[in-house]
């Protein structure tokens, strides 16, 4: 019974010292495994609203990538996203229609998700995160826009 009780003792003592090892271990495999990211440069994406452009709003965007995509390669290839959204911003803008300082942020992330497939290839982009807006101009909202009275002509 004593020989018992200090094999466990000893399997015990085992395990605990074993436990930060395995624990940098597992750390280390985490990092791996986690996922890149690239921060990508701001994109001025323009606010047409009526056929009228009425503001440029610089947008910083995140992508966030597979673990096992080559973050070189999509760091190259960032000019091509940056194209692709202004593209589509000028033929179908990604106005807010509560707020002409900001851009609808799901449609600007659907844009590249759409695109990724085409510019980096499939399951590489695991998704986009908008982490910053710039509006070039402070603008009031869009219902407190004030009409021009009439100009008085003698």
Known sequence: MK???????????ALAL??????????????????????????????????A???????GIKLELMPNADGAAVRGKEQFFRDDL???G????????????????SKVIGELMRAAPGIVGPGVLKTAVITKQTSQKLLTMPGAQRKRAPEIIP
């Open 53 to 59: 452009l009425l503001n440029y709003v610089f947008v």
């Open 90 to 105: 000028h033929r179908q803008p990604f106005t807010r229609l509560d707020d002409y300082t900001r851009v609808d942020e």
């Open 86 to 88: 202004v593209r589509v």
């Open 18 to 51: 074993a436990a930060p090892a395995r624990a940098a271990e597992d750390k280390d495999k985490d990092k791996a495994k986690s996922a890149q990211t690239i921060q990508m440069e701001a994109v001025a994406l323009p606010i047409i609203v009526n056929g």
């Open 3 to 13: 020989q018992v009780l200090r094999t466990l003792a000893l399997v015990g003592l």
